[in-house]
């Protein structure tokens, strides 16, 4: 078999993209919105019309490791973004409301009322995005401990909800949630 | 599940329908762009337009002539509507993770719209929510609170009725422990009264008395002795019968239903649910009734006796009731707090045990140790701070409703000692108060006691009601398989809005080999799982033999089929038994020779139990190899017309691999044959190969003609090769 086979390169080269990380800066990237609510990216002489965002550690470092991808060529990376803060404020803007747009895990602020029946408990709170109700299976894993006081709680629909820090909710709204903790 | 939801009129009027404009779908976002929880916005699909409505008015339209194609994306704990209009991409709108399944379904018929035809698409999938009173219905799609409420007591008479004779019985006895409990301080009056306080008391009376309250003593013990007999073996039996009835229905779900839960939740309906109401039977419902009867009687015949003191007894009966009630909340509590703890250092041993190989190679023992120390410590101090309330608590309910027995005392004591009443019927009174307050903290625990048993009862019925699958009236063709598969547009998901397969169209001839190959995650393996029938298809159809799979008769389908799967799963038994698990009523002979044709013959000779070796829980005396062969030997031990095999290799050795396709192929011969496998030499036999990539059929054909295609396929034998190459290079 001839060593420079036109297949072998190519998985030599996807080999070399698998391994290689690229970072994006200000220096070498360029975001831009599109008509379409989305953005493009122009990123080491090559045009993405549409980028996506992926967090690496969504629940402990939200706004470092940021994945960017191509939607058309099977979600491939592009390159990473170390540190969010190191764009230029209009891109950084940008970014983040694309984060907002895939990312929809509200945290819960406030417990309202917790209520158990036939199996299903019953939700009642305040969170970032505002008032909800929601709804758990309690024989399923619901409720995962993902810190001692960090919480992530999944309802029936797989609709996601977060709470920070367990502790900082006052005594009254921690009794409501013991027997999940 | 509704994709049509109402629009107000004045909306209706806002949207300004154009001629033959027609309103196809309407349903809900309530996400907003900026990602608050809204409850205003709608999304209605006309044959012509998308239009976004929030608060009655319209924000945006999108005329569907633009749109070439519209999907729902799924994003995390969410998802979005983006459509292609030319080459740009537009965001139509968001919503959260409950409208991700209308979504798909929305993108669907938006698709047939903007496609120029007219045929609406319908979710067969079931609401999550009751549309009356809110809650979450049940895995049957029933309410538990509307549909069932009234329903307990006829449900729980239905559990009940087919041992009606027995609860005959009981209940009499029931009757008979409730009179002697009456009469026994009825006799100490008449001793004390009668015998004792009197001067001249006849003492054969007395003996009479005495003996009296001998028998009653006596007969109550006999009584609860043969009442908790009937009623163990009433709550044992009935829990039997519906464990049987659990796991034999349990059997005949579809596996998603299985797949669905943890292990451990199935487990407990049958264990703990069934356990539930064993105890209910036997330590309230045989009870129950006595203890009703009980409390009346006393409390008529307090009134009766002196009505005055009565109601002065009773004054402490709300205090009890109130403490215990207040109490149990917190009780509840604290208990269940401590079964999770003790759950939590329950599985942290779990996790560090069967991962020990690891702990011990990356040399973390003492990190280990200081985990499983703070969740040990964190438990005993909950247990204690328990135990603690706990021996505070009880003693001080005691107390209050002990001091209502003082009071009747003091009441009492005076009007003896006035001689207004005899000291007879005070002690009398008192043993009555006693054993009201008995029965009141006894019953104060009866809500529960039915709470827990209602909660029970729903469970199993929540699986009870689950339809069966494949058990409809039709699936009842018995046929023999000659082995023509087709796939006719077929599409499957495990959720739906996530498809794995998406419009799959072959046809296989009888006796054709089939090798299927594809990157990890592309289908392959769900493809293999609805030839088995282990899922339904979503659309089209899957016939077997121009039948289609869902009217076969399960049973006698599944004795046609071989399979070997990429994990192999030995159950615990003999090396013998698990061959036979397909038929168990092969011969010797015939193990032998399957064992021979899989190659595992030679090493089942070498143990020392031969055939009748004992492989544990998982097999885990035999190595993945072995394991595999048995599996193999028990795939073609019933002569299947039907072979399935997905990587049924792939854990073997290369000389032992050889040897088996050796086997395999005077095995297949003649037969369908279904076979995945990574290393495509696996495959070499195959009459046709079909390349599943993103989530569809990509390629189809033989190897040759693959090979030319230069496709996919193409690409991955040459890497194949190219590794070897490399290799021996």
Not at chain 1, 29 to 37: I, L, M, Q, S, V
Not at chain 1, 101 to 107: H, I, Q, S
Not at chain 2, 38 to 48: A, E, N
Not at chain 2, 216 to 231: E, H, R, T
Request: aromatic share 10%; glycine share 6%; charged share 25%.
């Amino acid at each position: 078999m001839r060593k420079n086979d036109n297949i072998t390169n190519e998985y030599q080269e996807t080999v070399d993209q698998m391994i290689r990380t690229e970072r994006i800066d200000k220096s070498n990237a360029k975001f831009e919105k599109t008509e379409g609510g989305f953005l493009k990216l122009s990123f080491k002489g090559k045009e993405y019309p549409r980028v996506k965002v992926v967090r690496l550690f969504p629940f402990t470092e939200p706004d470092r490791y940021l994945s960017v991808r191509d939607p058309g060529n099977k979600d491939r990376e592009i390159g990473l973004i170390e540190n969010l803060h190191d764009l230029d404020a209009a891109t950084e803007e940008e970014i983040k409301k694309q984060l907002n747009l895939y990312y929809f895990t509200p945290v819960i602020t406030k417990v309202i009322n917790i209520k158990s029946e036939y199996g299903y408990a019953y939700f009642h709170v305040m969170t970032d995005c505002g008032e909800c109700r929601f709804t758990i299976n309690m024989g399923s894993n619901a409720v995962v401990r993902l810190s001692d006081t960090r919480l992530l709680i999944t309802d029936l629909d797989d609709n996601r909800f977060e709470i920070r820090d367990v502790l900082a909710l006052t005594q009254k709204e921690q009794r409501k949630l013991d027997l999940f903790l | 599940m509704n994709l049509k939801y109402d629009i107000s009129p004045e909306v209706k009027q806002k949207l300004n329908l154009r001629g033959e404009e027609r309103i196809y779908y309407s349903i809900p976002y309530d996400v907003s762009d900026e990602g608050k929880w809204i409850s205003d916005g709608m999304l209605i699909v006309t044959t012509l337009r998308v239009v976004l409505v929030r608060a009655g008015e319209v924000e945006k339209s999108y005329d569907l002539k633009d749109i070439v194609k519209t999907r729902a994306e799924v994003t995390v704990g969410g998802g979005m509507l983006i459509a292609r209009m030319g080459e740009k991409e537009q965001y139509i709108t968001r919503y959260s993770a409950k409208h991700r399944t209308r979504y798909a379904y929305i993108a669907r018929g938006m698709n047939i719209l903007s496609r120029g035809r007219s045929e609406e698409v319908e979710s067969k999938e079931k609401e999550k929510i009751c549309p009356t009173c809110h809650r979450a219905l049940s895995e049957s799609g029933k309410c538990p609170h509307c549909d069932k409420q009234g329903g307990f007591f006829k449900n729980f008479m239905k559990m009940i009725e087919p041992y009606w004779e027995r609860i005959l019985w009981i209940n009499v006895l029931m009757l008979l422990a409730a009179g002697v409990t009456l009469a026994n301080p009825h006799l100490q009056r008449i001793l004390v009264d009668d015998v004792l306080k009197k001067a001249d008391g006849d003492i054969r009376m007395g003996i009479l008395c005495l003996f009296g309250m001998f028998v009653l003593g006596a007969g109550i013990v006999v009584i609860n002795v043969a009442k908790s007999y009937y009623c163990t073996r009433l709550g044992a039996r009935i829990a039997k019968d519906i464990r049987e009835r659990l796991f034999d229905h349990l059997q005949k779900l579809p596996l998603q239903f299985v797949n669905d839960r943890r292990p451990g939740e199935l487990m407990n309906r049958v264990v703990n649910d069934t356990g539930h109401i064993r105890e209910f039977m036997q330590d309230t419902f045989c009870n129950m009734f006595t203890v009703a009867f009980i409390f009346v009687a006393v409390v008529l015949y307090m009134l009766y006796l002196n009505w005055k003191m009565a109601l002065l007894s009773f004054l402490f009966v709300p205090v009890g009731v109130w403490m215990t009630m207040a109490f149990r909340k917190s009780i509840h509590r604290r208990f269940h707090l401590q079964y999770l703890k003790e759950d939590d250092v329950s599985s942290n041993l779990q996790d560090v045990l069967s991962g020990m190989r690891v702990v011990k190679s990356y040399g973390k023992e003492e990190r280990e140790k200081d985990r499983f120390n703070e969740l040990s410590d964190e438990y005993a101090r909950v247990a204690w701070n328990n135990e603690r309330f706990w021996a505070l608590f009880n003693p001080a309910v005691h107390l209050t409703l002990g001091s209502g027995v003082f009071l009747v005392l003091l009441y009492g004591g005076s009007k003896v000692i006035n001689e207004e009443m005899t000291a007879g019927m005070l002690m009398q009174f008192m043993t009555y108060t006693t054993m009201l307050y008995q029965y009141v903290q006894w019953m104060t625990n009866m809500p529960r006691q039915i709470t827990n048993l209602i909660a029970s009862m729903e469970r199993i019925n929540d699986v009870m009601n689950q339809e069966e699958y494949g058990h409809g009236e039709e699936a009842d063709e018995k046929i023999e398989i000659v082995g023509k598969v087709e796939f006719q547009h077929a599409s499957f998901g495990y959720k739906s809005y996530e498809p794995v397969l998406e419009d799959i169209n072959l046809t296989v001839k009888p006796g054709e080999m089939i090798g299927i190959v594809g990157p990890s995650g592309a289908g392959k393996s769900t493809l293999i799982n609805l030839l088995m029938g282990l899922y339904e298809i979503d659309d089209g159809a899957l016939l077997i033999d121009g039948v289609p799979i869902e009217k076969l008769e399960r049973e006698h389908f599944h004795q046609q089929i071989g399979v070997v799967l990429q994990e192999t799963f030995l159950f615990s038994g003999t090396i013998l038994n698990n061959i036979r698990f397909a038929k168990p009523d092969a011969t010797y002979e015939e193990v032998v020779e399957a064992a021979k044709l899989a190659n595992a013959h030679e090493f089942i000779s070498k143990m020392a139990d031969g055939y009748n070796t004992y492989v544990g829980e998982k097999g885990f005396t035999l190595s993945g190899g072995e394991r595999q062969r048995i599996a193999i030997a028990r795939a073609i031990l019933t002569q299947p017309k039907l072979l399935i095999l997905d990587e049924a290799t792939a854990s073997l050795d290369t000389e032992s691999e050889f040897m088996i396709q050796q086997a395999l192929e005077r095995l297949i011969s003649g037969r369908t044959t279904f076979a995945i496998a990574h290393r495509l030499s696996t495959l070499k036999n195959a009459d046709r190969l079909i390349v599943i990539d993103d989530h569809k059929i990509a390629e189809a054909g033989t190897h040759e003609e693959l090979v030319e295609q230069k496709g996919l396929y193409y690409r991955l034998v040459k890497a194949q090769l190219e590794m070897q190459a490399s290799k021996g290079a």
